[in-house]
């Protein structure tokens, strides 16, 4: 099964990708994720994208597509993977379907995580907060004034692509607005579809 998780910032692709992982044993390809651990380890990558990604912007497509096309090569993709949080612009989006295509394999679905994004900064700051009471790093990116451009990063770059898989027949929209665990049932249901 190879799916893409979509949605803006906060929507929960990370959070329902998890879950798909503990479920199905695919991998959870988190381009934040391997972002955060490229800016941790200090690689030529993280140091290139931590101001990016501080700003609440979008790291440069060709650093992106250069990490997922290394991922994607290894074994454990090979039964499937969850992309979350990738591809977040058209070029990327054209970038997944090369990678694919010389593989001579495709996508099953794209889920759109359907929600009112003015709800999303609470979910963002809550984090933070319960980060700050755990002692854990809290992210630069998760507060009310860097959100705001990741949302605006998320309309002008990210958005379009829900009428590119829509066009090609692969997105299915997910109220992203339901509890956690309904939102996982929902995206269940879809995925039973495409194993049956
Ligand atoms: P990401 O790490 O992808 O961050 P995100 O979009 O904010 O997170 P997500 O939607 O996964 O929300 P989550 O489940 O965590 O990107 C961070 C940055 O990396 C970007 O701004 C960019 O700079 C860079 N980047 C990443 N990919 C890139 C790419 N392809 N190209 C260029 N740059 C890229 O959920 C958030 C919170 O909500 C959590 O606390 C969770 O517990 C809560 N939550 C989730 N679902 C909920 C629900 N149903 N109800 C209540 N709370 C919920």
């Not at 591809?87 to 379907?97: E, F, G, I, K, M």
């Given at each position: 099964?190879?799916?893409?998780?979509?949605?803006?910032?906060?929507?929960?692709?990370?959070?329902?990708?998890?879950?798909l992982?503990?479920?199905?044993?695919?991998?959870?390809?988190?381009?934040?994720?391997?972002?955060?651990?490229?800016?941790?380890?200090?690689?030529?990558?993280?140091?290139?994208?931590?101001?990016?990604?501080?700003?609440?912007?979008?790291?440069?497509?060709?650093i992106?597509?250069?990490?997922?096309?290394?991922?994607?090569?290894?074994?454990?993709?090979?039964?499937?993977?969850?992309?979350?949080?990738?591809?977040?612009?058209?070029?990327?989006?054209?970038?997944?379907a090369?990678?694919?295509?010389?593989?001579?394999?495709s996508?099953?679905?794209?889920?759109?995580l359907?929600?009112?994004?003015?709800?999303?900064?609470?979910?963002?700051?809550?984090?933070?907060?319960?980060?700050?009471a755990?002692?854990?790093?809290?992210?630069?990116?998760?507060?009310?004034?860097?959100?705001?451009?990741?949302?605006?990063?998320?309309?002008?770059?990210t958005?379009?692509?829900?009428?590119?898989?829509?066009?090609?027949?692969?997105?299915?929209?997910?109220?992203?607005?339901?509890?956690?665990?309904?939102?996982?049932?929902?995206?269940?249901?879809?995925?039973?579809?495409?194993?049956?």
């Amino acid at each position: 099964m190879r799916l893409i998780l979509l949605g803006p910032p906060g929507a929960g692709k990370g959070t329902q990708a998890q879950r798909l992982v503990e479920k199905h044993g695919i991998p959870q390809l988190s381009t934040g994720d391997m972002l955060r651990a490229a800016v941790q380890a200090e690689t030529e990558v993280g140091l290139k994208a931590k101001a990016v990604m501080d700003a609440g912007e979008l790291v440069s497509d060709a650093i992106v597509n250069a990490i997922v096309s290394e991922r994607i090569d290894a074994e454990d993709c090979a039964d499937g993977f969850i992309l979350d949080g990738y591809p977040r612009t058209l070029a990327q989006a054209d970038a997944v379907a090369e990678m694919l295509s010389a593989k001579g394999i495709s996508l099953d679905v794209v889920i759109e995580l359907v929600v009112d994004d003015k709800q999303m900064v609470g979910r963002i700051l809550k984090r933070a907060e319960e980060a700050r009471a755990a002692g854990q790093p809290v992210r630069k990116d998760d507060n009310a004034e860097v959100y705001d451009e990741r949302l605006r990063e998320y309309y002008k770059k990210t958005a379009p692509l829900i009428g590119y898989y829509h066009a090609k027949g692969l997105l299915t929209g997910v109220d992203g607005m339901k509890s956690i665990d309904e939102v996982t049932a929902d995206i269940e249901a879809i995925l039973a579809k495409y194993q049956a």
